[in-house]
């Protein structure tokens, strides 16, 4: 009545993080992910949660944050607003 070892479910292992991960698992780990609107909403969650205890809720906070927040916006701005950059880089200014 007892199982063998063979039938014996293995663990489930700890997920790895990204960086531990070899090229060949790469799918099967991307496979893994959660990737409904809930899951993505609660990994954008956890990763705000780890910025702002790594760098806003410290005892002596710096620029950091705020120098990281500035750059983001600049290359959003920038990335936004390319197509008109763009244009403007093809005029020719008689």
Same mark, same amino acid.
């Given at each position: 009545? @007892? ?9 489930? !292992? ?6 531990? #991960? =070899?090229? &060949? ?13 809930? @899951? ?9 949660? !780890? ?6 809720? #410290? =005892?002596? &906070? ?33």
């Amino acid at each position: 009545m @007892g199982l063998s070892a063979s039938q014996i479910p293995e663990p489930p !292992k700890k997920d790895l993080p990204l960086w531990d #991960v =070899k090229l &060949g698992e790469l799918p099967k780990w991307v496979a893994r992910r959660d990737i409904s609107p809930t @899951g993505v909403y609660f990994a954008f969650k956890r990763a705000e949660l !780890k910025f702002n205890n790594k760098y806003v809720h #410290v =005892k002596r &906070g710096g620029i950091a944050p705020y120098a990281m927040m500035l750059t983001g916006y600049c290359i959003m701005s920038y990335i936004w607003s390319y197509d008109h950059i763009k244009h403007d880089m093809m005029r020719k200014h008689h």
